[in-house]
């Protein structure tokens, strides 16, 4: 009866289980075993007993690990992180559980605070000023680097399942609103090389990747192109073929969205697309949980104002706007992607 409601009340001893099992190997070294002893994984940590066997039976509890029954049972990786192994996907939610640890997570436990005031009271969690995350993350190498590192790495795996479903074939001009460390643009132009490529975003930390942006740019010849541009305050360029939004407008409010889908119309060229790449939750806001849990840290930490939005929402502002033919898609990996497009009518 109260198993659910202790999972969550003892919530940040889970993560910690979660947290070391990753940082410590425990699921790596069960992969390359394909199985192990309790005894042999135990001995090859470097707590001691009990606290290792603490460790491997607290992530068992949690059913983030499979056990026989003996003593000295078998261990198995289950099923979920079998598959993130097999699909070289494991490197990304190890940089995940880095981020919802030295980023999301300390800035988290001021959601009330931000309740109360109506704002991302979490920022304070992080040195320096200014009202967002972003505002903060020059002042720490160390979370720049866990902040971008986590970004690119989680936009270059959904990129895979985001150029299955939309075809850049007939795409001349392409304006990457937000584009960060140009996972997304550099996916699309080495898929294909005709496109030229303007990402919008401001000066990139020290230490994080400029210097990717750069030598991409420089083998496509410079058809990527990076803009230091306040995207909430600038103008965008003009005669695009398409406009992309990849995980940015899940950090803005309804009205600043609103803003920025407007300057994506302006920026088309009559019959252009703005396309919508990002996490996605259901009408009744209640799942995927990922995306619902997502929600806490965007009005938390990020910016105050953002959330994980439902498809209706885009539907509804891009039609307000003008836009047309809005089409609607769900790509099928273990995190919460989705895709809207829509056009600028000819």
Same mark, same amino acid.
């Given at each position: ?183 997304? +643009?550099? =996916?699309?132009? !080495?898929?294909?090389? $005709? @496109?030229?490529? /303007?990402? *919008?975003?401001?000066? #990139? %930390?020290? &230490? ?8 991409? +740019?420089? =083998?496509?010849? !410079?058809?990527?192109? $990076? @803009?230091?541009? /306040?995207? *909430?305050?600038?103008? #965008? %360029?003009? &005669? ?17 969205? $609103? ?11 009559? &019959? ?75």
């Amino acid at each position: 009866m109260f198993e659910e409601l202790l999972k969550v009340t003892h919530g940040s001893a889970a993560f910690q289980l979660l947290l070391a099992g990753v940082r410590l190997g425990i699921f790596s070294k069960i992969d390359e075993a394909g199985e192990i002893r309790l005894s042999a994984l135990s001995t090859n940590l470097p707590s001691t007993e009990p606290r290792s066997v603490l460790l491997i039976k607290g992530l068992a509890a949690l059913h983030l690990l499979k056990t026989t029954d003996e003593d000295d049972c078998m261990i198995s990786n289950i099923d979920a992180v079998s598959k993130l192994f097999k699909d070289g996907d494991w490197s990304v939610f190890e940089k995940l559980v880095e981020f919802q640890a030295q980023i999301v997570n300390p800035g988290q436990m001021n959601f009330v605070e931000s309740l109360l005031h109506d704002t991302n009271s979490g920022v304070s969690a992080f040195p320096g000023s200014g009202p967002t995350l972003y505002d903060r993350l020059n002042t720490d190498p160390a979370l720049t680097d866990v902040f971008f590192g986590y970004m690119q790495s989680y936009t270059t795996y959904a990129s895979k399942y985001f150029l299955e479903e939309v075809s850049f074939a007939d795409s001349k001009y392409l304006i990457d609103v937000g584009g960060g460390g140009g996972a997304l +643009a550099t =996916a699309i132009i !080495e898929r294909y090389p $005709h @496109i030229r490529i /303007d990402l *919008l975003d401001t000066d #990139f %930390p020290d &230490g994080t990747y400029k210097s990717h942006v750069e030598s991409v +740019a420089a =083998a496509t010849h !410079e058809n990527l192109n $990076h @803009i230091q541009t /306040d995207i *909430l305050k600038d103008t #965008f %360029p003009t &005669g695009a073929t398409d406009v992309v939004f990849a995980h940015q407008l899940v950090i803005w409010s309804p009205d600043q969205n $609103h803003q920025l889908l407007e300057k994506a119309f302006n920026a088309l060229s009559p &019959g252009g697309r703005v396309i919508i790449f990002s996490s996605v939750t259901n009408e009744d806001l209640e799942s995927p949980l990922m995306a619902v849990l997502d929600t806490v840290y965007f009005q938390s930490v990020a910016s105050g104002h953002g959330q994980i939005y439902p498809f209706s929402f885009y539907d509804k502002t891009l039609r307000d706007i003008g836009f047309t033919d809005v089409e609607t898609i769900t790509l099928k990996t273990w995190t919460p992607h989705g895709v809207v497009i829509a056009k600028r009518p000819a």
